[in-house]
């Protein structure tokens, strides 16, 4: 444990406790906000600038806000959370707890939960207090568990005992260290990784939902099988992690240049408007889909690579823009906005909306780390790299701002085979990808290790 843990001493066993306690509710990773005057119920929440709260508090559909107080529809959007405060008494839920997300700000803030909440914290939440300290638990299910504590109380002093020590993401302290002994969780991972390095070639396998690892003969092990390593389980809420990392396999050529055999998908959507949504997708390629390049009869292909910075595919006739975000500063200027592909009379061919984008992003965690592998068959194996790449602080909008510049972009595999019979055959794939490299535009911070 280290020095500033030590220091804290027996301070720490009170916020221990409380981290146990919502661990035993379901809680899987924690954090803490210090709050602020302005931080109660008639100022909401406030969740930090941008939107990186989102990766962090899992929350429902984002949604326009007609309330009133929003002025339009596009002013601001929100989020529902399932929060529940947690006292002696158990969890009690605040129906109406919700996100807040203000674009052009841009923050994030919460509110709503105090409104019909059985046993909550109603004085402290509603003050103007400094030193109070706000403590999350978050559920694999996506329930958000809460408790907050003045400043005078001993969760509190443990707290700010510890805090200095604790990495942070935004406005919050990931709690994790203090779950795992003043063990840093980044040193973790590390030396996880570092002895499935160590292992050398790994036999292909796939960690069962009872948490017992088996054999997988498909070519495509290289993730499944790191996270049967790292005794990761699935889950249904978000993408697979470790002490609140998210981890990504991705294929190399070698272990000296490091150089990635193929580009990183980012998510796969379906469009959620245009031609592609409101008259199907045969009516979509009849009108812009392309006879097969290979000879195969009586089958239509939409392929291509599409960019931003790029004029009318040559083989679609369409291109890819964003409505609705501001370049030069980065912010969301219309959230009924989104990534649309448009023909050369500015038809929309298919659309993604700003919405939609969100909540596929934010599955993602705040941190993530990218682990090389090579791979050697049969019978299908895995050797692990000893230099990964650890990125830390995602956003939706620094998304956009990729795909803005270009270096995001839609990569489609979508075809209809019996064309012309009467009960044609489609497969859909939409997906967003970026070189490898390019990473870095979509995170706030990466280091090599």
């Known amino acids: 444990m280290n020095s500033a843990l030590n220091k804290a001493n027996g301070l720490i066993t009170p916020l221990t406790h409380l981290l146990d306690q919502m661990a035993a509710h379901g809680a899987v990773r924690f954090y803490a906000k210090r709050l602020a005057p302005n931080d109660n119920s008639k100022n909401q929440v406030y969740l930090g600038g941008g939107f990186g709260a989102l990766n962090i508090i899992p929350h429902g559909p984002v949604e326009g806000d007609d309330s009133d107080r929003a002025g339009s529809v596009r002013d601001r959007a929100k989020a529902m959370v399932s929060f529940f405060w947690l006292d002696e008494d158990g969890l009690a839920l605040a129906p109406d707890a919700q996100l807040i997300l203000y674009p052009k700000y841009p923050e994030v803030r919460m509110s709503g939960f105090l409104r019909g909440a059985e046993r909550a914290p109603n004085v402290l939440m509603k003050s103007r207090d400094e030193g109070r300290v706000l403590v999350f638990g978050i559920c694999a299910d996506g329930r958000v568990l809460g408790q907050v504590v003045a400043a005078d109380d001993p969760i509190a002093h443990a707290f700010d005992a510890a805090a200095s020590s604790l990495e942070t993401a935004g406005v919050f302290h990931d709690l994790e260290k203090l779950r795992q002994d003043g063990t840093d969780p980044k040193d973790a991972l590390l030396a ?258």
């Not at 049969?378 to 050797?383: D, G, I, T």
């Not at 489609?426 to 967003?432: A, D, H, T, V």
Request: glycine share 12%.
């Open 192 to 449: 996880a990784l570092r002895r499935i390095h160590a292992k050398g070639w790994i036999a292909s396998q796939k960690m069962g939902r009872a948490g017992v690892p088996a054999p997988y003969s498909a070519r495509n092990g290289g993730g499944y099988t790191l996270e049967a390593e790292l005794g990761i389980a699935p889950n249904g809420y978000a993408d697979p992690d470790y002490m609140g990392w998210e981890v990504k396999q991705y294929g190399v050529s070698d272990f000296t240049s490091y150089r990635a055999r193929s580009p990183v998908t980012l998510m796969t959507p379906e469009p959620t408007g245009g031609l592609y949504r409101e008259e199907g997708v045969a009516a979509f390629l009849h009108r812009y889909g392309y006879a097969d390049k290979s000879g195969k009869a009586d089958r239509i292909n939409f392929g291509g690579i599409y960019t931003a910075s790029r004029d009318f595919h040559a083989d679609t006739g369409l291109m890819l823009r964003l409505d609705g975000f501001d370049t030069t500063t980065g912010k969301i200027t219309d959230l009924d906005g989104g990534i649309v592909l448009l023909d050369r009379d500015d038809n929309v061919a298919a659309s993604w909306g700003f919405r939609g984008i969100m909540a596929h992003w934010n599955r993602k965690h705040a941190k993530a780390v990218y682990v090389p592998s090579l791979m050697q068959f049969p019978p299908p194996e895995y050797s692990y790299g000893n230099v990964v790449q650890l990125c830390e602080g995602t956003d939706v909008l620094l998304l956009l701002a990729a795909i803005s510049a270009g270096s995001v972009y839609y990569d489609p595999g979508i075809k209809m085979e019996d064309a012309g019979s009467a009960r044609p055959v489609i497969k859909r794939r939409s997906q967003f990808r970026v070189r490898h490299e390019g990473l870095s535009a979509l995170y706030k911070s990466i280091s090599r290790a």
